[in-house]
C-alpha cells in the first residue's frame, strides 16, 4: 500500500489536498479483501470476516452388489455375516422394437432392513451369497418372484449354477473359503459378481475348446470342451456331452484349439 507522506510540525489541514485524499481512498479499495476463489468474505453490521474454503474432495461411491464380511463372536469361535451394495437387475427388452427405458428395472427385495440398513447374512465356509432372478419365458423379470438374495452351498442356488430350469438364473456374488496366512488359518471373501449391476442383456457365449496333444510328433485329438459364459459371466468348463445352462437372448459360438503337452 502505498500512502502520501505527512510533514511534522506542519498544520494538517494545508496538507489535507483532494489529491492526497483521494490517493488514501484508492489504496485503501485496492487492498479490500474480495470474495475470491477459496476464499469466502462475510460482510454484516458488525464487521466483515474471512474464512478459508475447505477443498472437498469427492467421495467415491462403493459399486453395486459390493459385498463386505463382519465377523462376530470369539477369536476361538467366530461367526460370519455378509451385507452387499445396493444394486438393481436390469431385465431384457421384452417386444421387439422396444427401446432401453421400457426394460424392467427391479430393487433386490432383501437387500436392505426396515431401517434401510443393507441386511446382514450368516454364512460359513464353503457357502455363497446369489442373487436369485426369476423370468418369463419373453426374458421379463416375474413379477410373483421378484429376485432376492440366499446363501447356499457353493455351486447349489435353488436352481443350480445358472439354472436347472429355463426361467431361474442364480448370479455368484460372493463365496467364504478357509484361507492361510503367515501359517494361520483363516478365511476370506472371494468376490464374484462385484461392482456393476445385473444386466440380463449381457453376452451369452459358448466356446468350443478342442484339446490336442503331440507323442512323437503325432498330432492326434484328445477331447472337447465348452468355456461357457451366460449374461457376459463366466460360469464354467463343461465337457462335450454335458448339459450346459440355458440362455434367454442370442446365444454366441466360437471354437478355438488348445495343445496340452508334447511328449
Do not use: M
Given at each position: 500500500m502505498k500512502l502520501p507522506k505527512f510533514e511534522s510540525f506542519q498544520p494538517v489541514e494545508t496538507q489535507l489536498a483532494a489529491s492526497r485524499m483521494n490517493q488514501i481512498c484508492t489504496e485503501i479499495a485496492a487492498n479490500e479483501v474480495?470474495?475470491?476463489?477459496?476464499?469466502?468474505?462475510?460482510?454484516?453490521?458488525?464487521?466483515?470476516?474471512?474464512?478459508?474454503?475447505?477443498?472437498?474432495?469427492?467421495?467415491?461411491?462403493?459399486?453395486?452388489?459390493?459385498?463386505?464380511?463382519?465377523?462376530?463372536?470369539?477369536?476361538?469361535?467366530?461367526?460370519?455375516?455378509?451385507?452387499?451394495?445396493?444394486?438393481?437387475?436390469i431385465g431384457l427388452v421384452t417386444s421387439p422394437g422396444a427401446s432401453p427405458e421400457n426394460r424392467d428395472y427391479w430393487e433386490i427385495s432383501n437387500m436392505i432392513d426396515a431401517d434401510g440398513i443393507p441386511a446382514l447374512f450368516d454364512i460359513t465356509v464353503g457357502q455363497a451369497l446369489y442373487c436369485v432372478v426369476s423370468m418369463t419365458a419373453t426374458g421379463a423379470i416375474a413379477s410373483a418372484a421378484p429376485p432376492f438374495l440366499g446363501v447356499y452351498a457353493e455351486g447349489a442356488p435353488p436352481s443350480g449354477t445358472y439354472g436347472s430350469q429355463d426361467t431361474v438364473y442364480s448370479f455368484k456374488l460372493c463365496t467364504l473359503e478357509s484361507a492361510t496366512v503367515g501359517g494361520f488359518e483363516t478365511v476370506q471373501l472371494m468376490r464374484y459378481w462385484a461392482g456393476n449391476n445385473i444386466d440380463l442383456c449381457g453376452r451369452n457365449l459358448d466356446l468350443k475348446v478342442q484339446i490336442l496333444t503331440i507323442c512323437v510328433g503325432v498330432l492326434s485329438h484328445s477331447s472337447y470342451h465348452y468355456l461357457v459364459y451366460r449374461f457376459g459371466d463366466y460360469i464354467g468348463n463343461f465337457a462335450d456331452g454335458a448339459t450346459r445352462p440355458p440362455h434367454i437372448g442370442t446365444l454366441d459360438t466360437d471354437n478355438v484349439t488348445y495343445i496340452s503337452g508334447i511328449t
Open positions: 474480495k470474495q475470491g476463489f477459496g476464499i469466502r468474505v462475510t460482510r454484516n453490521p458488525g464487521g466483515t470476516t474471512v474464512a478459508l474454503k475447505s477443498r472437498r474432495d469427492p467421495v467415491p461411491q462403493p459399486p453395486p452388489f459390493f459385498p463386505y464380511l463382519q465377523i462376530n463372536g470369539t477369536a476361538a469361535s467366530p461367526t460370519y455375516q455378509v451385507s452387499v451394495e445396493r444394486g438393481t437387475v
